[in-house]
């Protein structure tokens, strides 16, 4: 639910009416307008109506034209829209000239996106990424946000009874975000400490990575029910950003190997930039994957756009040399011709899957075994039980096929990599 106050932070409220406006400057957006349309709606936003104006550059006052403006003004009025969201990032003095103009609430893409995820987070981190990104939207517009900002202020914690209040407000979110750096800086040693463990554990780490609404979720989730773990399964709805944590899982296939599974938060094409450091944030645990998992949705037209976006974030964060998986989802939505030209566009790592119906599921775990337990090989250990540590650490990593203790020790068989056959070679007996 989307929440705005005349600053530009947010308060609730039951529902908003919109009209959404774009400015196509010679190029096609009408992908960036269907996305748009998507964000309002996962915002609890009623879209009324869309508008779209072609010109050879922006208007640096409203950006759309003065004539499209009163075009917008009298559409707003017509429809009793009570919010107009804008597909670009405007500034202060372009946020209250359309106010003004329009006589109504008007935000834009990045605000939106913003409140969508203050409205989700649920992380320590995930909620102080955010509200720093807030926080550095609102600084260069604080001009913009009416004349309530500009009025003087005094007392306990300014210079002076001279001061403006926009200084002021200017001050206090300077300190606000010194500080949430350094408790993001906690938070992040806190993780890094979880993430030696997971190290020191030696489970491999598969990640799913795609655009928001692939399904990423659901897979996570239907490998959880066949691992018989359903009390372990993560949020998921047909909606943009249903979720916006990592969540990680410990998933056992039918053949008793374990792995970490790692669901990232989706990308979206025109990230606002004070957000992109929350998602590299939450996405560096991708450097730390074995293997990535990249969820397309087939039934999306766009979804070859979709799948360039994530491939960029991929580069950006230096994870692109990894294995991949392009898993292609909602394949029950496809016709057989689409089906062959996705699996020829997509390459021999890449398949066809269905988390509704359960189509291709057999070949994904085949293709996680493969790219997570190439090297596993049976073999049968006898451990004395002076070195009961050995076999506990063994038995934490891979649940073991068949477990006897006799006289001599534990006797284990057990699948074990290359690297761990090497490490217990004193104990292997076949």
């Known amino acids: 639910m989307i929440r705005i106050q005349d600053d530009g932070t947010v308060v609730e409220r039951e529902e908003y009416r919109a009209i959404l406006v774009g400015l196509s400057l010679g190029e096609d957006i009408s992908y960036s307008m269907k996305e748009l349309e998507g964000l309002a709606e996962a915002a609890g936003i009623e879209v009324l109506g869309i508008m ?20 917008l003004a009298e559409l707003r009025r017509n429809m009793e829209a009570d919010l107009i969201v804008f597909n670009d990032e405007l500034s202060g ?3 209250r000239n359309i106010e003004d103009a329009c006589d109504c609430r008007v935000i834009d893409r990045t605000i939106l996106i913003l409140d969508i995820f203050a409205d989700r987070a649920s ?44 200084e002021t407000d200017r001050r206090h979110i300077q300190a606000r975000c010194d500080e949430i750096r350094r408790e993001i800086a906690r938070v992040k040693q806190v993780r890094a400490v979880q993430r030696s463990r997971r190290e020191k554990s030696e489970l491999p780490i598969a990640a799913l990575v795609g655009y928001t609404n692939a399904g990423k979720s659901s897979i996570m989730n239907r490998l959880l029910s ?86 960029k974030v ?48 057999d070949a994904f775990l085949q293709k996680i075994r493969d790219g997570l337990f190439a090297g596993l090989r049976e073999v049968e250990l006898l451990i004395p039980y002076s070195k009961g540590a050995v076999a506990s650490a063994i038995q934490e990593k891979q649940t073991p096929l068949s477990v006897r203790y006799e006289e001599e020790g534990t006797r284990l068989r057990v699948m ?10 004193e104990f292997i007996v076949r």
Not at 52 to 71: D, M, P, R, W
Not at 136 to 152: A, C, I
Not at 416 to 425: F, I, K, P, T, V
């Open 123 to 166: 992380s320590m981190e995930g909620k102080l990424q955010v509200e720093m990104a807030q926080l550095q939207y609102r600084m260069p517009r604080l001009l913009g946000f009416g004349k309530s900002l500009s009025r003087l202020g005094g007392g306990i914690g300014t210079r002076g009874p001279g001061e403006k209040k926009l």
């Open 226 to 311: 066949l691992s018989g773990k359903e009390e372990k399964q993560v949020f998921e709805k047909d909606m943009l950003f249903a979720t916006l944590d990592t969540a990680q899982r410990l998933v056992s296939l039918d053949d008793r190997c374990s792995f970490l599974l790692i669901d990232t938060v989706g990308f979206v094409s025109r990230l606002p930039h004070a957000l992109v450091d929350a998602f590299k944030a939450t996405l560096e645990e991708l450097t730390y994957a074995d293997l990535l998992i990249h969820v397309v949705d087939a039934g999306f037209e766009g979804h070859d756009f979709q799948t360039e976006v994530t491939r």
């Open 314 to 361: 991929i580069r950006e964060l230096g994870a692109d040399g990894k294995p991949v998986i392009t898993v292609y989802n909602k394949a029950d939505l496809l016709t057989e011709e689409q089906r062959q030209d996705l699996l020829l566009s997509g390459g021999k790592d890449s398949l066809l899957i269905s988390t509704k119906t359960g189509e291709g599921y």
């Open 93 to 95: 003095m372009q946020l």
């Open 416 to 425: 074990l990599g290359e690297a761990d056959r090497s490490r217990y070679q």
């Open 52 to 71: 779209v104006q072609n010109a050879e550059k922006a208007n640096a006052a409203t950006l759309i034209g003065k004539g499209k403006l009163e075009e």
